[in-house]
């Protein structure tokens, strides 16, 4: 048995990706600090799971690592019970949402953030 502890994102302003998912879901920041190759990174969840949002610092250098490119994922997928709730909070944040699907097993919808890093809503209930 295995379980996801966290996905480290790059993004271009941490402190905003954090606010944002504490507007969204109600999360809120575990650490932040100093972080690999001179950067900084917020955490942000709950006591058992979290989003490590990266930023690294200014930089001329020409070689690009995978903590110097934006959004280098396809999507991030959370599960929420209300799902009109967070859908709601999402447009409210000026987000677009997309890719509605009400299916077996669960309804979903994809918006992108600031960064343009694509997350799934889904709902079980």
Not at 47 to 60: E, G, I, N, S, V
């Given at each position: 048995?295995?379980?996801?502890?966290?996905?480290?994102?790059?993004?271009?302003?941490?402190?905003?990706?954090?606010?944002?998912?504490?507007?969204?879901?109600?999360?809120?920041?575990?650490?932040?600090?100093?972080?690999?190759?001179?950067?900084?990174?917020?955490?942000?969840?709950?006591?058992?799971?979290?989003?490590?949002?990266?930023?690294?610092?200014?930089t001329t250098e020409e070689t690009v690592m995978s903590y110097?490119?934006?959004?280098?994922?396809?999507?991030?997928?959370?599960?929420v019970d209300d799902f009109g709730a967070v859908e709601a909070?999402?447009?409210?944040?000026?987000?677009?949402?997309?890719?509605?699907?009400?299916?077996?097993?669960?309804?979903?919808?994809?918006?992108?953030?600031?960064?343009?890093?694509?997350?799934?809503?889904?709902?079980?209930?």
């Amino acid at each position: 048995m295995a379980r996801l502890e966290h996905v480290n994102i790059t993004v271009s302003d941490p402190q905003r990706a954090a606010k944002l998912m504490d507007t969204l879901f109600g999360w809120k920041i575990r650490w932040e600090g100093a972080s690999i190759h001179g950067g900084y990174t917020i955490h942000v969840g709950d006591k058992d799971d979290y989003l490590a949002f990266y930023t690294p610092p200014k930089t001329t250098e020409e070689t690009v690592m995978s903590y110097d490119i934006r959004g280098g994922l396809n999507h991030v997928a959370l599960v929420v019970d209300d799902f009109g709730a967070v859908e709601a909070r999402v447009l409210a944040e000026g987000l677009k949402t997309s890719n509605h699907g009400d299916y077996e097993p669960g309804r979903r919808f994809y918006f992108h953030d600031h960064d343009d890093i694509e997350y799934e809503i889904v709902s079980y209930a």
